[in-house]
């Protein structure tokens, strides 16, 4: 007895070991490739059976998944090669708004509720408690939306003519949420700036408690 393959079978089967194995994936690039992998053989599986609406279907689902899978290739390559401002300032333009302010007028005080962050487009201002300047294009006020308490940590004041725009929290963090190249420059710019912050005057960022035994450390020694 001769066994005859039925590739068309096979075809089909393998479909489904693809499909299923899509599911079980954990991260989305493999994912991806796998289910491009199973809409393939499904089209060539329901052509040669003549099944139409799953030829239909994953005719559909083909181009869709692979779209998706450029779009995590860009990304990918964006947060590899994202060093520059340039392009976090394009994809806050669309929300910015203008909030003008001369010499010595505050933009936000110490403890005051977070609610928007802030990009100066020209000008310089001053972190008071930490003694930074921050000058020409720079992104600030973002720590403050990731603290417990989601209030401002130091206070900014202009040093001189200041044009500043603003982007609300909700346009933030949508932002923060669902552009993942977005997302890691604003960790890196916070931890750059907690780093740095830390060694310039590490008692703004330590705990209240924390510093008074330091505090108190130091009186004993001295005594």
């Not at 954990?26 to 030829?55: C, D, K």
Request: neutral net charge.
């Amino acid at each position: 007895m001769v066994f005859e393959i039925d590739w068309v079978q096979v075809t089909g089967w393998v479909a489904a070991a693809l499909t299923l194995s899509a599911y079980a994936m954990r991260t989305m690039l493999p994912l991806r490739v796998v289910a491009i992998g199973a809409n393939l053989f499904f089209i060539v599986y329901s052509s040669m059976e003549g099944i139409i609406p799953t030829l239909a279907l994953h005719s559909i689902l083909l181009p869709f998944n692979t779209y998706r899978l450029w779009e995590i290739l860009r990304t990918t390559r964006q947060m590899r090669t994202l060093t520059a401002d340039a392009q976090v300032f394009e994809w806050l333009s669309p929300f910015l708004r203008p909030m003008p302010l001369e010499k010595d007028q505050y933009i936000f005080r110490k403890g005051d509720p977070t609610d928007c962050l802030y990009m100066m487009r020209s000008g310089k201002l001053l972190l008071e408690e930490i003694d930074v300047t921050l000058e020409g294009e720079q992104i600030f006020g973002e720590i403050a939306f990731f603290t417990n308490e989601r209030t401002r940590t130091v206070s900014a004041r202009c040093l001189d003519h200041c044009e500043i725009m603003m982007v609300d929290e909700a346009a933030f963090m949508r932002l923060y949420n669902q552009h993942p190249a977005f997302g890691l420059y604003i960790v890196r710019l916070i931890a750059s700036r907690l780093l740095d912050g830390l060694q310039r005057s590490p008692e703004v960022y330590l705990d209240p408690k924390v510093r008074m035994a330091i505090l108190e450390s130091a009186r004993r020694e001295r005594a």
